[in-house]
């Protein structure tokens, strides 16, 4: 008997290395048979700058089945949650879960501000993941 475990999962207050550099981090691997629910980012502190800061979530088949860079919208964003709803060509996008048939990583990728000189900016990365367990 197998039965069904879920869990969250936390990136907890996350600041780029570089404010101006495109940055891409795997953040969780995945095995056959996990599910991933919501996904959801926090803004910490607000990213300040001019320009393009953005945060998509995905893995190596999509890299923004979870979370879109029209979501993860850093510019503009003050304090609060932003909820992924998953690129045009994810499933993720119509029945709000993806289930992995094959070993991979869940990774965000930071793309950097084009002007300004950014020097601040925090985001948390809060995502739910069901797995199969021997009972």
Do not use: C, E, K
């Not at 860079?69 to 499933?91: E, F, R, V």
């Amino acid at each position: 008997m197998s039965l069904l475990q879920a869990y969250q999962r936390t990136l907890h207050r996350w600041t780029p290395t570089s404010y101006s550099v495109d940055q891409t981090f795997q953040i969780h691997n995945v095995v056959a048979g996990d599910v991933v629910r919501d996904v959801y980012l926090q803004v910490d502190t607000a990213f300040d700058g001019t320009g393009g800061r953005t945060v998509s979530v995905g893995d190596s088949g999509d890299v923004d089945r979870f979370l879109t860079t029209t979501n993860g919208d850093l510019s503009t964003a003050t304090t609060g949650y932003i909820m992924g709803t998953g690129g045009s060509g994810s499933t993720y996008t119509a029945i709000g879960r993806h289930l992995y048939t094959a070993a991979d990583t869940i990774d965000h990728v930071f793309t950097a501000a084009t002007g300004g000189s950014p020097t601040a900016g925090v985001f948390s990365l809060r995502y739910y993941i069901a797995s199969i367990v021997a009972a």
